[in-house]
């Protein structure tokens, strides 16, 4: 242009009366301006060419071109020409504030904050983004274009989850943990680029419509009139300091630190709407053992029970936050008081998609051989109070509906519950879709603003984010949404940041990170993270778990350092992985990252509500546990008495044992009180059927309120006021909804009196009252009877009690020692233990318990410590049952010993006097389920080479596996006079009988299922559709329950034998949907329910066989032969009846010859 100005002749046409004269002059003067402008664009160039030059991202013989071959001052050794990774600088003058002119920001450290701090509203002051100059945004979009091949292959792909579009031979491909992926068609580069064009340049008022000046009508469009305007909000793309040297990287990072957690929320998914389940740690870690349609457990690492069952409930809010509940504190975060959030409507009706929408097909998950995905979100209004949601059973791929079934936050409705993310960001919550609607939507519009969509009310419709065709309101689609909303998500909560409490604001932070020369320190993008999930900046800021942090942090760091190469030095090389810190805070981080695992397996209740099916435990939940576990051991109770979750001086091996000692408390917290989900002890000895109510005196022979502590501490012991009246809660989930056409056994209490107080009887569900009914130890009343089990190990007994009371009670604030609860006398009033609403009590007094009678524990004549078997435990590889069952011991009798031998009175604690070891399989089980399957134990080093799934940074995850008995097996034992008969069972030496066309499992471990989760370590699943045949020992199973489902079949042949657990409720062999048994040979043992181990529901033993088909349809019938050398012997029970063979409902068992054994 001015080339062409310049050539220009003197003369023009112009208007006859101006003469031609006055032209010229005026053409003269023209042509001087275009000179000194020409003059002073090329001055700025030349000096953004230095500038950049400066900052190391224009090539020096460029620079020397465009300067003219001026004396540099700065150079680079190499690299004759601008190479395509590096980025340009933004060659225009800065007209805005330069934010990078204040005083730096405070370099944020974890130490500075009280870690254990609830969750306090930031407060903070907004940061307005002026809109970009078009062509900061085209040069910005320039370095992303250059590596647009890259990004699409890192970015914009989706894993394979659920897919019906593999085909079976490439089936393995479907995995979340194989990380196999493919282009995703519900986000894409071009889209990603234009609405990011459209927010950086015209903010969020750009192209919008306005009541008064702009009117929204079908024949105008929207106008840019208020793209200037104070209140508008644009993507940050440097725009207010353009000139400065690192301006391009600070944009590229901002975009990078975007697409991170969009790429973790939804691109990954390729899902606009929030699903059931969606985890909250990571997930796909190396030797996950859990199994699915790839072996590697994708129901499992959803956010269901067991990995099984997943509350439709789900819809009203996951990841610890109620989504229909939150309200927005405006006045902090704004110039206005208004409450931006959504108003609550229980008549709405809203569907989500079906996860994933594009490579799922119902019509083609025919086979058995695939996961569904759980049915969408929905919410709809109640057609009648008992109107539930229910939930999807992953296993038998059946949605039961109108059951109270909780979920994690306790909802068992949809009702009203429409506010599940949405978006790139899954913008969730009343709150976060009420700000889209009041600064994008037709809230904005009707207050008078300027509004981009004045027809959409996001409250009413909020699915048209994902580009559902709404008639009501709009009668069209807009497929931009998507990441409109995301990009406005990041201009309010994340670009506008600033807590003036830890002095963290986000742009000036960003510009830190990358000035410091964006070393691999993940706290920049940790703190977004954090910001983004949970509304505050540090990892300690909150209990709540910053959901997919893994996975955000390693996304950011591949974009800006593996595609952009935006390190320190343009020869920096990756600094080698760093070896964690062991202690309390990396415990802790670790925990986090277990959360799907652990509230999904741990924190899980089964009682006599809802037939048995488990759940989500509403009395104890994963945000107090940490924040008790802060409590207990970070913190601790004085005189050593902390709770050991890691020894840092140990490293590793102090880890595994800490990891370890946890387990075992969660083993036994689960056995005594979880599984009930019951913070009060509750009836679970009887006799003939009846409960005594004077159990609540004691249980398992025990004598709560005469048992008294050991000499040296006999001043502790609470005083029993045979006055005092007190009564315990009744679980919430025993009592209707939740159970139903039964009565909750009524709960423990104590009163004056010495009158009997009588029983319950289970058969007719009546309280027998002022009926002389005895407990175990003789007692019929309930005088004095207040110091039943309460917390999470259900802590008993005058001792137990006054220890709590002199340690962390009101008597240790009465002495004047350090106090935790100085307002409560646990003596007097025991039952504040389960009357905190925080639920933090419960868990600090059973670690307290745990601390004094376990972690403290010294047998002085058997020369036996706890904390030194419990590293010997874990050198020797965390193999065998003596320790765990001895830990156990220490519980519930005062004393490592078995039953067999008296507890050594040389032992500094209290022993109780009970020949029953209660619920030891249990808590056996328990422990071995958590270390194999939710901490994926043991913890190894993390190493260099940086596989997929190894967490950057992190410890990798290896699971133990237990060799299979290569011996011949042996009989339960059995109190009845008739022994069981004698086996032949072959040689297990012998070689396998294998046919031509059948599979053998590899030796020593069983092949992994391949469409089921396997729920506990006693359960192996076969559901690959293929034939697997056991023949020998090492193919065998012993304490392990087969379950063999989805067109799959199982050959028991001569050598082989299966052998159910003691005291299980689940055969030794289930069959079900279309599967088929065949017993050619070999022996099948039910389960022996032995009384010193368990009391309650399976006191009976199991069954053998179950022959089914699990809905009831002849077309999924399942088939069973038997041969003759097959032995079916059912389980056993010296105190009950025992198991059998069974064949339920639409099954076919066909006997083949009649010479073979049953029993």
């Keep these: 242009f001015f080339a062409i100005a310049m050539a220009a002749p003197a003369s023009c046409r112009c208007h006859r009366r101006s003469g031609i004269y006055r032209s010229k002059r005026r053409m003269a003067r023209f042509r001087i301006f275009l000179a000194s402008t020409f003059i002073s664009c090329s001055y700025l160039l030349l000096v953004s060419v230095s500038l950049a030059e400066a900052a190391g991202v224009v090539s020096s013989s460029t620079a020397t071109t465009a300067r003219g071959g001026l004396n540099r001052e700065h150079h680079h050794d190499s690299a004759s ?26 370099k944020k450290d974890d130490s500075d904050e009280s870690p254990n701090q609830p969750r306090l509203k930031s407060k903070r002051r907004r940061r307005r983004t002026e809109v970009a100059p078009l062509n900061v945004y085209l040069l910005v979009k320039d370095q992303f274009d250059r590596r647009r091949s890259s990004i699409e292959e890192l970015v914009f792909q989706t894993l394979h989850a659920f897919s019906t579009t593999s085909s079976l031979d490439d089936i393995s491909n479907n995995s979340i943990a194989n990380k196999k992926t493919s282009p995703s068609r519900m986000y894409t580069y071009t889209a990603f680029f234009e609405s990011l064009r459209t927010i950086a340049v015209d903010g969020i008022l750009g192209n919008s419509y306005n009541w008064f000046t702009n009117p929204f009508n079908n024949n105008n469009a929207g106008d840019n009139s208020y793209v200037d305007d104070e209140s508008n909000m644009a993507f940050y793309m440097s725009q207010d300091d353009p000139s400065n040297v690192n301006a391009v990287k600070y944009a590229i990072v901002n975009i990078c630190a975007f697409l991170a957690s969009a790429m973790a929320e939804a691109i990954q998914f390729d899902a606009c709407e929030e699903f059931n389940g969606m985890v909250s740690g990571t997930f796909g870690s190396a030797g996950s053992r859990v199994g699915n349609v790839a072996g590697k457990g994708l129901l499992s690492e959803l956010g269901g029970v067991n990995g099984r069952y997943f509350p439709m409930s789900n819809s009203c809010g996951q990841f610890g936050q109620l989504y229909q509940q939150e309200e927005c504190s405006s006045a902090a975060n704004d110039d206005d008081d208004e409450d931006m959030s959504c108003p609550f409507d ?6 989500a998609e079906l996860h994933p929408k594009y490579n799922y097909d119902p019509s083609k998950d025919t086979d058995g ?53 949405r978006g790139a960001l899954m913008t969730r919550g009343t709150c976060g879709l009420g700000r889209v609607n009041h600064y994008l939507g037709k809230k904005a519009y009707d207050d008078g603003r300027p509004s981009r969509y004045p027809n959409v009310d996001f409250c009413k419709t909020p699915s048209v984010i994902c580009g559902d065709t709404n008639l009501q309101y709009s009668g069209v689609a807009y497929p931009e949404l998507k990441f409109v909303v995301a990009l406005f998500d990041w201009v309010d909560r994340i670009q506008s940041y600033s807590n003036v409490n830890s002095e963290w604001e986000y742009l000036p932070q960003l510009k830190q990170f990358v000035d410091g020369g964006m070393e691999e320190d993940s706290q920049f993008i940790d703190d977004v993270s954090s910001i983004l999930t949970r509304g505050c900046d540090g990892y300690f800021c909150s209990e709540q778990t910053i959901h997919f942090m893994e996975e955000r942090r390693k996304n950011f760091e591949a974009l800006i350092y593996d595609v952009f190469n935006l390190r320190g030095r343009p020869d920096a090389l990756p600094r080698p992985i760093k ?77 595994n044992a800490g990891l370890v000692n946890l387990a075992l408390f969660l083993a036994n917290a689960m056995a005594e009180s979880i599984i009930n989900d019951s913070c009060d002890e509750v009836h679970w000895e009887k006799n003939d059927g009846k409960y005594a109510i004077a159990n609540s005196c004691g249980q398992n022979g025990r004598e709560y309120s005469g048992e008294i502590c050991p000499r040296w501490e006999s001043f502790m012991t609470c005083n029993v006021d045979i006055e005092a009246e007190m009564q315990a809660d009744v679980p919430g989930t025993a009592i209707p909804p939740f159970l139903i056409d039964m009565q909750p056994l009524p709960p423990f209490q104590c009163r004056a009196g010495t009158n009997p107080v009588g029983y319950w009887d289970e058969a007719t569900d009546t309280l ?53 609860y100085p307002d409560i006398d646990f003596c007097t009033n025991p039952g504040a233990i389960c009357n905190d609403d925080s639920m933090e009590t419960r868990y600090v007094v059973g670690m307290f318990e745990w601390i004094d009678r376990v972690q403290r524990y010294y047998d002085s004549n058997l020369d036996w410590s706890y904390l030194d078997e419990l590293y010997r435990f874990v050198d020797n590889g965390m193999d065998g049952d003596v320790f765990i069952d001895s830990v156990s011991s220490i519980i519930v009798r005062g004393c490592h010993l078995s039953l067999n031998h008296p507890c050594s009175m040389s032992t500094s604690h209290l022993s109780v006097d009970t020949d029953r070891l209660i619920y030891g399989l249990e808590r056996r089980m328990n422990f071995k389920n958590i270390i194999k399957l939710v901490f994926d134990m043991p913890i190894v080093a993390p190493t260099d080479d940086r596989a997929p799934g190894n967490d950057n940074g992190s410890e990798t995850s290896q699971i133990q596996t237990t060799r299979r008995p290569t011996f011949r097996p042996t009989f339960r034992p059995t109190f009845k006079p008739t022994p069981y008969p004698f086996m032949n069972v072959r ?31 006693d359960i192996t699943v076969y559901s690959d559709g293929k034939i697997h045949v056991i023949n020998n020992g090492a193919t065998s199973f012993r304490d392990e329950s087969i379950a063999v489902t989805r067109n799959t079949t199982l050959e028991l042949d001569q050598g082989g034998f299966i052998e159910a657990p003691l005291n299980t409720d689940w055969p030794a062999i289930r069959i079900s949907i279309s599967s088929r048994f065949i017993g050619r040979g070999g022996y099948v043992n039910g389960s022996y329910a032995s009384t010193s181990f368990l009391e309650g529901d399976y006191e009976n033993g199991g069954e053998a066989i179950h022959v089914n088909n699990g809905q009831s349809s002849p077309e999924t019938a399942s088939y069973a032969e038997f041969y003759d050398g097959i032995h079916v012997i059912g389980g056993d029970a010296p105190a009950g009846v025992g198991g059998e063979w069974r064949g339920q409902c639409c099954a076919k068992h066909h006997i083949k010859q009649s010479s073979f054994f049953f029993h």
């Design 346 to 351: 229980p008549n709405m009706e809203v569907t």
């Design 369 to 421: 051989t695939r996961h569904r995905p759980p049915p969408p979100f929905t919410c709809v209004p109640k057609d009648f109070p008992e109107d539930y949601s229910g939930y999807w059973d992953g296993y038998d791929l059946e949605f039961v509906r109108r059951v109270a079934y909780p979920s994690v936050l306790g909802e068992i409705s949809v009702e009203g519950c429409c506010w599940w993310g």
């Design 579 to 655: 070896q964690p810190k062991y202690d309390f805070e990396h415990a802790m981080r670790w925990l986090h990252s277990k959360r799907s695992k652990i509230e999904g397996n741990v924190f899980v209740s089964e009682n006599n509500a809802l037939d048995g099916i488990p759940f989500f435990s509403q009395a104890f939940k994963f945000e107090p546990f940490l924040s008790a576990l802060r409590t207990a051991s970070d913190y601790g109770f004085g005189n050593q008495r902390d709770f050991f979750i890691s020894d840092e001086n140990k490293g590793l091996r102090g880890f």
């Design 81 to 106: 020409s601008q190479r395509d990774d590096e980025p340009v600088p933004i060659p225009i003058s800065n007209k805005h504030d330069n934010i990078a002119s204040e005083s730096p920001p405070k």
């Design 768 to 820: 027998h009252e002022n009926e002389a009914f005895n407990n175990t130890n003789g007692r019929t009343d309930v005088e004095g009877c207040c110091f039943w089990g309460r917390g999470a190990l259900l802590t008993r007994g005058t001792c137990n009690y006054g220890k709590l009371n002199f340690f962390i009670g009101a008597q240790a604030a009465a002495q004047g020692r350090p106090s935790m």
């Design 987 to 1017: 040689d297990p030496t012998m070689s396998p009988l294998v046919s031509p066309d059948t599979s053998l499992s590899k030796p020593g471990v069983p092949p992994e299922p391949t469409s089921s989760p396997v729920e506990w370590s």
